[in-house]
């Protein structure tokens, strides 16, 4: 088993993030390292390029997400984690690969639509062939299983038809270049809502801080963001169906749920009849719980400019040692001469 995921180095992640995507990372890393795989994480610098981006902010940023990543529990002993650009192999293999990916293909990506919006003539060439880097990331480790949310299927079946046309063309069914990488879709991943719109996601680019929990809000802001966040008048219900048409009901007892690790019929099992002055509380209690020790560590990594800097180091020499091998495959398989 080899898992491959990459995130974007945003910084001020949120629990939404944590939920969704971080705390999958930890459990993969310990699934694989328990089984004699291999469990990769990277910082997605090199994508950040394909939109308009501040240089100082993307290297604080890049910095930032691994302090975070360490503080929820990654741990560099147990998987790779580095940043794209401090492994050259990543940009090397998309731009050979870039002659096997069709136009075609990368006009149907639903992500170059939205983004592109109607002025795609004045869209950056990589956010265009930005699909084929994400494929190099995955198939240059020769990566079984990757982590995908509804959004990037369509960018994971793009990497598997680039694999196979690749294969297809340069190399044999009985020694293909490529590996087909699987998706890897957890049992729990959890969607959180923002505080202040149960129809929207919890989102860093919401202009409301109360909208969120970030993962470093302390306890006293976690507490009060809980108790201001939006909710209706009713008490909560014992049943699911109760919660029909109570959007920001529902997202605070999954929230309660996912912390806690109960289901939402356990959670109205347990404050059914309950008004939310009784049920925010206990919320925020189980939230300051899990998060501030990850807040705290966070800070305290956060200093140490000289760690932070020999994990990434570290995670990328592991990187390029991997990939190398595929690398140097997928030359042979063109017939580019090297020395």
Same mark, same amino acid.
């Given at each position: ?15 939404? *993030?944590?939920?969704? !995507? ?20 990277? $910082?997605?610098?090199?994508? %950040?390029?394909?939109? &308009? ?9 890049? /910095? ?18 580095? *940043? ?12 050979? /690969? ?19 919006? @109607? ?7 990589? $956010? ?34 680039? !694999?196979?046309?690749? *294969?297809?063309?340069?190399?044999? +069914? ?12 957890? +049992? ?6 923002? $505080? ?18 970030? /993962? ?12 201001? !966040?939006?909710?209706? &008048?009713?008490?909560? &219900? ?12 529902? *997202? ?9 690790? @109960?289901?939402? +019929? ?13 049920? @925010? ?30 994990? /990434? ?9 991997? !990939? %190398? ?15």
């Amino acid at each position: 088993m080899i898992v491959v995921s990459g995130i974007q180095p945003t910084g001020n992640l949120h629990l939404g *993030n944590y939920l969704g !995507a971080i705390r999958n990372y930890v459990k993969l890393q310990d699934e694989a390292h328990a089984n004699g795989g291999k469990c990769l994480i990277f $910082l997605a610098d090199l994508h %950040a390029l394909s939109m &308009p981006h501040d240089p100082a902010e993307l290297h604080a940023s890049t /910095l930032e997400m691994v302090a975070t990543l360490v503080a929820c529990g990654l741990d560099p002993a147990k998987a790779v984690l580095f *940043n794209q650009a401090q492994v050259p192999q990543h940009a090397e293999l998309q731009w050979l /690969l870039m002659g096997t990916a069709r136009m075609g293909w990368l006009n149907r990506m639903t992500q170059w639509k939205d983004k592109a919006g @109607k002025n795609r003539e004045g869209q950056s060439v990589a $956010l265009f062939s930005y699909p084929v880097l994400q494929a190099a990331d995955v198939l240059i480790y020769q990566a079984t299983h990757v982590p995908v949310g509804e959004d990037q299927k369509q960018h994971l079946e793009l990497a598997r038809d680039i !694999a196979q046309k690749f *294969n297809n063309d340069f190399a044999s +069914e009985e020694a293909p270049v490529f590996t087909l990488p699987e998706p890897y879709i957890p +049992e729990e991943a959890a969607r959180i809502m923002s $505080l202040r719109d149960g129809s929207a996601k919890m989102s860093k680019s919401d202009p409301s801080d109360m909208s969120r929990i970030n /993962l470093t809000d302390d306890a006293d802001t976690i507490m009060k963001k809980v108790k201001k !966040a939006r909710t209706d &008048p009713e008490p909560l &219900p014992s049943d699911i169906t109760g919660l029909v048409d109570r959007a920001e009901a529902l *997202n605070l007892v999954a929230i309660h749920g996912a912390i806690t690790g @109960k289901s939402v +019929e356990q959670v109205l099992g347990e404050f059914g009849g309950s008004g939310f002055g009784t049920f @925010k509380p206990a919320l925020g209690e189980a939230l300051v719980e899990t998060l501030a020790p990850i807040s705290q560590r966070f800070r305290e990594l956060k200093q140490d400019r000289e760690s932070l800097d020999a994990i /990434l180091a570290r995670g990328a020499s592991k990187a390029r040692e991997l !990939a %190398a091998p595929t690398l140097a495959a997928t030359y042979d398989a063109l017939g580019l001469v090297r020395g």
